[in-house]
């Protein structure tokens, strides 16, 4: 039986073997105590952001000997939760333990000194974190945010670049403390060499934008 690769596949290999090599090179390079990579050419260092509640999301909210105040809840689309003695608390935008403090808070008033854990089960995240993909990517979609997630991680979730896109003209657009920022990437370099150095830490929010080749 004769196997058939498609050109997606036969891509993601191709990104596989030249980042094995270039790991192989910086180590050879490494040893010779002569580094021949430029620092400022280096990825960008993943900043670890913590994992922040959406609409959507489900949570297990645990009481610490309450166990009739123990449930499994979803994040209404308003970003609230109800539990047991509890109508309504906002929930979205909030890490699992700030939500869990201020259940602490709320349950106060009915039980004496709680204490409460919050662990999400079922993954959509605030809107605000998504990353977004638009343009010319293969199937150009919004993306849960994960830590450490860079994008290398995104374009294979988005199945890489469509057949007409200008890969290394695709344009990063970053919104931080209020000010926005655009980036060109070189996604081509990236996806067809391996170039490890077009690799790049993404943050919640970001929007990728991968514009048409001019003919």
């Not at 999301?57 to 645990?62: A, G, K, S």
Request: glycine residues 8%; neutral net charge; contains cysteine.
């Amino acid at each position: 039986m004769t196997m058939r690769i498609d050109s997606h596949q036969h891509r993601y290999f191709g990104i596989a073997r030249a980042l094995m090599l270039a790991a192989l090179a910086s180590l050879v390079v490494g040893c010779g105590g002569n580094p021949a990579v430029n620092s400022a050419a280096l990825p960008i260092q993943a900043e670890q952001s913590e994992y922040r509640i959406g609409p959507g999301d489900t949570l297990q909210v645990f009481v610490w000997n309450q166990p009739e105040l123990t449930v499994t809840v979803p994040v209404r689309p308003d970003g609230m939760i109800s539990t047991p003695l509890i109508a309504g608390v906002p929930a979205e935008g909030k890490t699992a333990p700030q939500l869990a403090k201020d259940l602490e808070v709320a349950l106060a008033e009915y039980v004496r000194n709680p204490t409460v854990s919050v662990m999400v089960t079922s993954f959509v995240g605030a809107y605000a974190d998504q990353i977004r993909v638009v343009g010319q990517a293969a199937k150009p979609q919004s993306l849960n945010y994960r830590a450490n997630m860079t994008l290398l991680d995104v374009m294979i979730a988005v199945g890489g670049l469509a057949e007409f896109a200008a890969g290394n003209r695709a344009v990063l657009v970053r919104t931080q403390d209020g000010q926005q920022t655009r980036t060109k990437v070189r996604l081509r370099d990236l996806l067809d060499k391996g170039d490890i150095s077009a690799n790049v830490a993404m943050r919640p929010g970001d929007v990728l934008i991968i514009p048409e080749s001019r003919f």
